[in-house]
């Protein structure tokens, strides 16, 4: 059972416009939260996270906001440039186990 | 710093063989992780050691098995390849016990035929 889900496999955004990923889950004891980028033949990295004591972090260019109630986390990329295109993860979790999405390949259009 | 390391990057197994995939973690880092990334299910979760024990597991079966060594290096193991065993196998470092910050080597490519 995914406990952890992005809806959308994929997302096309203009270059210089917001870039906005979502992603829910189910499991109300996770506490923290991550987003990940992947680029083709590399492993994730690691990009920004959240406790769930807060409900926004903002990292340059990056933002992420989580709505507990909803149980639902985004990602806000302004403005987009064309390296941002990648495969985002986002990632939660109760202690020490990480559970991933399945993943949105955004591009960003020149 | 070296980043974490996998070997071999690719491989080609067929049905019913054993393998073997090895992780070098960040030096000082004591913990590694391994995940199964897959189209459909994202990146699932295997196991996590830490100073040479299994502290977590996923939800695998026992097919699937694992050991850290002395230098944190840590190893996987898949006995009685399936098709379905097909997949980009990740290792995963941090410097404590489910770290938050984890970093990812680049993979070994599994093809099961």
């Known amino acids: 059972d995914q406990q952890v889900k992005q809806n959308s496999p994929s997302l096309s955004v203009q270059e210089g416009r917001i870039s906005i990923l979502n992603c829910d889950y189910t499991?109300?004891?996770?506490?923290?939260f991550l987003w990940y980028k992947k680029y083709p033949a590399e492993g994730p990295t690691f990009l920004i996270s959240i406790s769930s004591i807060k409900d926004k972090n903002e990292d340059g260019r990056f933002t992420v906001f989580l709505n507990k109630s909803a149980k639902h986390l985004s990602l806000h990329i302004v403005p987009s440039q064309p390296g941002d295109s990648a495969v985002y993860f986002c990632?939660?979790?109760?202690?020490?186990?990480?559970?991933f999405g399945t993943g949105t390949s955004l591009t960003v259009i020149p | 710093k070296a980043g974490v390391t996998q070997t071999p990057r690719y491989l080609i197994k067929t049905r019913g063989q054993q393998v073997t995939l090895s992780c070098s973690p960040i030096?000082?880092?004591?913990?590694v992780s391994w995940y199964q990334q897959t189209p459909g299910q994202g990146l699932q979760f295997l196991f996590e050691y830490f100073s040479e024990t299994q502290r977590n597991k996923g939800n695998f079966p026992g097919r699937f098995s694992g050991r850290q060594f002395s230098n944190s290096r840590s190893e996987m193991n898949v006995s009685t390849l399936e098709l379905g065993d097909s997949a980009l196998y990740l290792c995963a470092s941090s410097l404590v016990l489910g770290g938050s910050e984890q970093f990812f080597g680049p993979g070994t490519r599994l093809t099961v035929l």
């Open positions: 499991n109300s004891m996770f506490d923290y």
């Open positions: 990632a939660a979790s109760a202690g020490n186990q990480f559970y």
């Open positions: 030096s000082g880092h004591r913990s």
